[in-house]
């Protein structure tokens, strides 16, 4: 298994619970790729809002949801157990707009 991502929809909003990418296939665009799907899947849905956390050290993947278009919308403070204690979780979202009428 290179990778997966687990979605949960709650009323008409998505969120992105996990992603995971084996530490061997790390750096190829698969990421990327899965997020993509995940938004692709969520707009197919007719999702309004996306939405996902993330601790504030993975800059790597706060790099990647920002180039999705999500952007900050919170902080959890002291939401994550790390070696130093606790760490934060930065909540992310995305607006997804759906032109309607003919």
């Excluded at 900050?72 to 403070?77: A, F, P």
């Amino acid at each position: 298994l290179a990778g997966f991502y687990v979605g949960e929809r709650a009323g008409p909003d998505n969120t992105l619970m996990d992603i995971c990418i084996a530490p061997e296939f790390q750096g190829n665009g698969l990421a990327k790729a899965l997020l993509q799907d995940f938004v692709t899947r969520s707009e197919t849905m007719s999702a309004e809002n996306l939405f996902l956390e993330v601790r504030a050290s993975n800059k790597a993947a706060i790099g990647l949801y920002e180039q999705a278009g999500f952007i900050e919308s919170g902080i959890r403070k002291n939401y994550y157990p790390s070696s130093d204690g606790k760490e934060d979780a930065i909540l992310m979202a995305l607006a997804l707009c759906f032109m309607g009428g003919s």
